[in-house]
T-cell receptor
Framework: EADIYQTPRYLVIGTGKKITLECSQT?????MYWYQQDPGMELHLIHY???????EKGDLSSESTVSRIRTEHFPLTLESARPSHTSQYLC??????????????FGPGTRLTVL | SQKIEQNSEALNIQEGKTATLTCNYT??????LQWYRQDPGRGPVFLLL?????KEKRKERLKVTFDTTLKQSLFHITASQPADSATYLC???????????FGRGTSLIVHP
């Protein structure tokens, strides 16, 4: 079982609210990621970080933002939630392995519903 | 465009049989390929990694093959058990960022 945690596990909020999804890992991994996944669909990378003070946008256009002030913490913020943001959000971390392989450890996810 | 294809239809098999799942890809030159298991409502869990210059990898009841000419990976679970029922995702990573891109996954259902 990986030591990566996400809170809350479930969140139901109204349109226009600002929300922050929390992700923490205790493995000392430099790389962290946020994915969005709808039921039966692919994971889409929305943000990633190579380390403290590093953040990059992923393949999927997102209205969210992230920050990486501490190695273990990688929160994701939605300034104004909309029904189109309803989805499962998965956080992951990895340590760059031998010959640059990237094996990811995932948290349990946050199921977000925006009404 | 780059594409990863996994069978969208669930694979139903009897306990004790070998399950074989397929991952095909186009417009990739993968440095390595991974397989993950995902249970409903949970994050994926890493199972196996195979590099571009490797043909086969084994781990307990799991076996992965990688054919870069056919652009295909096969994932086998021998002596399958109902506890193996889950969705299995393949993920490819190319040179550069080496961040894996995930397929949609195939659902495996093992019947007792």
């Amino acid at each position: 079982e990986a030591d990566i945690y996400q809170t809350p596990r479930y969140l139901v909020i109204g349109t226009g609210k600002k929300i922050t999804l929390e992700c923490s890992q205790t493995m000392g991994h430099d790389k962290m990621y946020w994915y969005q996944q709808d039921p039966g669909m692919e994971l889409h990378l929305i943000h990633y970080s190579y380390g403290v003070n590093s953040t990059e946008k992923g393949d999927l256009s997102s209205e969210s933002t992230v920050s990486r002030i501490r190695t273990e913490h990688f929160p994701l913020t939605l300034e104004s939630a909309r029904p189109s943001h309803t989805s499962q959000y998965l956080c992951a971390s990895s340590a760059v392995g031998h010959r640059l392989t990237d094996t990811q450890y995932f948290g349990p996810g946050t199921r977000l519903t925006v009404l | 465009s780059q594409k990863i294809e996994q069978n969208s239809e669930a694979l139903n098999i009897q306990e004790g049989k070998t399950a074989t799942l397929t991952c095909n890809y186009t417009n990739y030159s993968p440095a390595y390929l991974q397989w993950y298991r995902q249970d409903p409502g949970r994050g994926p869990v890493f199972l196996l990694l195979i590099r571009e210059n490797e043909k086969e990898k084994r781990k307990e009841r799991l076996k992965v093959t990688f054919d870069t000419t056919l652009k295909q990976s096969l994932f086998h679970i021998t002596a399958s058990q109902p506890a193996d029922s889950a969705t299995y995702l393949c993920a490819l990573a190319s040179g550069g960022s080496y961040i894996p891109t995930f397929g949609r996954g195939t659902s495996l259902i093992v019947h007792p």
